[in-house]
């Protein structure tokens, strides 16, 4: 009988989970002061919001990973966002997807965003440890190095999609 080491095991169920990672299958938007919602299921806006993208993944042979420096709904080359203007309308954004095994959809990632609509600028929250939402991120993805409990400014592509909205409906 051969013995399998918890090192191969560990490794063995990584690849599993990473490779049950579906795409997105909708995003469900709450305002959370008026709790009106809106459902998107667009294929073309879904494709470019993938939550196993962006800061705490990484791609590349094992030993030569590289992180991702790009996607999800935010802008990571320009950080944490230091200020941001204060009574904003608050949105619960809810990312759902499905495991390749299966058509069942299933709540992965939970943020929060927030809209200036005088400057157009947007802002998203990542659940931190005493939030939450936290424990069902990092079990999507952990984004590391401090990113939970910090705001960030929301990609442009995000901003495209719903930035433009005073009150989602």
């Known amino acids: 009988m051969k013995r399998i080491t918890v090192t191969t095991l560990s490794i063995v169920l990584l690849a599993a989970s990473l490779s049950a990672k579906g795409p997105t299958l909708r995003i469900l938007i709450r305002d959370t002061a008026l709790g009106a919602v809106t459902d998107i299921r667009d294929r073309s806006v879904l494709d470019q919001f993938n939550v196993w993208a962006g800061r705490g993944t990484f791609s ?100 495209a999609v719903v930035g433009g909205l005073r009150a989602v409906r």
């Open 60 to 159: 590349g042979a094992p030993g030569h990973e590289v992180e991702a420096s790009q996607g999800f709904i935010i802008d990571w080359p320009a950080g944490v966002a230091d200020s941001r203007p204060g009574q904003l309308r608050r949105y619960e954004v809810r990312f759902f997807v499905s495991h390749r095994s299966s058509s069942a959809e299933e709540l992965a990632y939970v943020v929060f965003y927030e809209n200036d609509p005088s400057t157009g600028k947007g802002y998203v929250y990542l659940p931190g440890r005493s939030d939450e939402h936290f424990r069902l991120n990092v079990q999507s993805v952990h984004r590391g190095n401090g990113l939970e409990g910090h705001w960030f400014h929301a990609n442009g592509a995000w901003q």
